[in-house]
Structure formats: structure tokens, C-alpha cells
């Protein structure tokens, strides 16, 4: 019988607490409109925006959003840099409606490597909003596969290989356990994303192509989620006869 991962040792809770999504589709809107994949890209930003203004009633701790994979360098240049520059926009826009709304900004993956601006402008934004109560997690240049190698690696420096040492090194060790991933698009796959992380979360995969999520989204996929029987590789106890 498999057990819980490390990261799992708290009573789970029937509703979510962390929820992350890949955001797919951005693309498929803007051709299915006739409209340059900018544009798709920049409708994505808007879906995001609904998401963070929501997240205080929805009371989620945590939304992890897979925002550019360390894959998507393979894309053309020109896309590229429209994905860049429509990064610098969002943190000069939303950053001080973050704060103002105790949105605290996390980013996973190796976001360091980006170009220098960048950098500069998400380290200010992780300063402005590190008193957050919710955290709002982007995955920028994140590759599941070469974070848990990371991971593996630093553990092996501290003496001890194991699923415990290995989780408390990845980028997402002082988050909640992750307990609902949802792609949108229809795509089935994870994408190299929160590999480790989704060993026991709950999966759900809707054909809403990214642009047209809402917050209604979310908020049905979370009613759904809290009906779910989390067994962690268990089963739940047969009932008896007096």
C-alpha cells in the first residue's frame, strides 16, 4: 500500500487549498478569431488578472500559474520577446493592485535567468509584496524535470537522498501541498510542470480555451474538488454492521 507523500503531513482539508493551473490555449483563441497570437497572449493577461481578484473570496492560500516553461524558448523570437514585454507590462500595471489586495508574488523556476530588467523588476515585486496573505506562484523558465534533478542534487550536498530531504528543496517547499491542477484547452499532459508536486493531486483537464476562463471556472472546478475522495494511495474504512 503506497503512503502520502512527505509534504502531505497535515489532515487534508475538503477544500483546496493550492491550485495550479496550466494556462493553455492562448494561441488557439486568437487563430480561431483571426487575430495574431499577441493578441491571444494579452487576452491570456486579462484571464489572469480575473483569477488574482478572485482569489480572496475563493480563499485559496495559493494559485501557481505556469506562465513561460523553460520549453517555450523553442518558440519564435518574435513571440519571444511579445511574451517578455507583455511580462514587464503586467508587473508595471498589477504590482501595486498586488499589494493593495495582499496578493503575495512568488516565482519558481530558474526566473534569474532572464533577461536583466526582468529580474530587477520581479525581485522589487517580491519585496513590495512579501507581507502577501495569499500567494500568487508564476512559473517563469520552470522545467519540473530540472527542478526535482536540483532538488535531488542539493540534497545529495546535505548528506541524504530522500523523497523528504528532495521535497523540502524544490522551488515550492514553503507552499501548501498541491491539491488541484487544471489545464485548460482540452490538452491532456502535464507539460513538464509540478511533476513531483501532482504525485497526489487531484487532475482536471477542460476544453476552455485559457483566454475565456473565468473565475466561475475555478469556482465550479472547486466545488467539484471539495466532493472528491482524497485516498493517497489508501482506501477509505469499509462501514460495519452493528
Not at 30 to 35: D, H, I, M, W
Not at 107 to 130: F, H, K, N, R
Not at 141 to 157: D, F, L, P, V
Request: proline residues 4%; glycine residues 8%.
Amino acid at each position: 500500500m503506497g503512503t502520502a507523500p512527505a509534504n502531505h503531513g497535515e489532515q487534508p482539508k475538503a477544500g483546496a487549498r493550492h491550485v495550479a493551473i496550466i494556462m493553455d490555449g492562448n494561441g488557439r483563441w486568437a487563430k480561431k478569431r483571426g487575430l495574431p497570437r499577441a493578441i491571444g497572449h494579452q487576452r491570456g493577461v486579462e484571464a489572469v488578472r480575473r483569477l488574482v481578484r478572485a482569489l480572496e473570496p475563493m480563499q485559496l492560500e495559493c494559485l501557481t500559474l505556469y506562465a513561460f516553461s523553460s520549453e517555450n524558448w523553442k518558440r519564435s523570437i518574435d513571440e519571444v520577446d511579445s511574451l517578455m514585454n507583455l511580462m514587464r507590462r503586467f508587473i508595471k500595471s498589477d504590482l501595486a493592485e498586488f499589494v493593495a489586495n495582499d496578493v503575495k508574488l512568488k516565482i519558481i523556476g530558474d526566473w534569474q535567468a532572464l533577461a536583466p530588467d526582468i529580474v530587477e523588476m520581479l525581485e522589487d515585486a517580491l519585496s513590495q509584496t512579501a507581507n502577501g496573505k495569499q500567494t500568487l506562484a508564476v512559473a517563469l523558465n520552470y522545467g519540473s524535470q530540472h527542478e526535482i534533478a536540483r532538488a535531488a542534487a542539493k540534497a545529495g550536498e546535505k548528506g541524504e537522498i530522500s523523497a523528504e530531504t528532495i521535497a523540502a528543496e524544490l522551488d515550492t517547499a514553503d507552499l501548501p501541498p498541491l491539491d488541484l491542477l487544471i489545464r485548460t484547452s482540452g490538452e491532456i499532459r502535464l507539460s513538464n510542470f509540478l511533476l513531483w508536486q501532482a504525485a497526489y493531486s487531484e487532475m482536471l483537464f477542460v476544453d476552455t480555451l485559457w483566454p475565456d476562463f473565468k473565475p466561475e471556472h475555478l469556482a465550479q472546478a472547486l466545488d467539484d474538488f471539495a466532493k472528491r475522495e482524497r485516498r493517497y494511495g489508501g482506501r477509505l474504512a469499509e462501514p460495519t454492521n452493528g
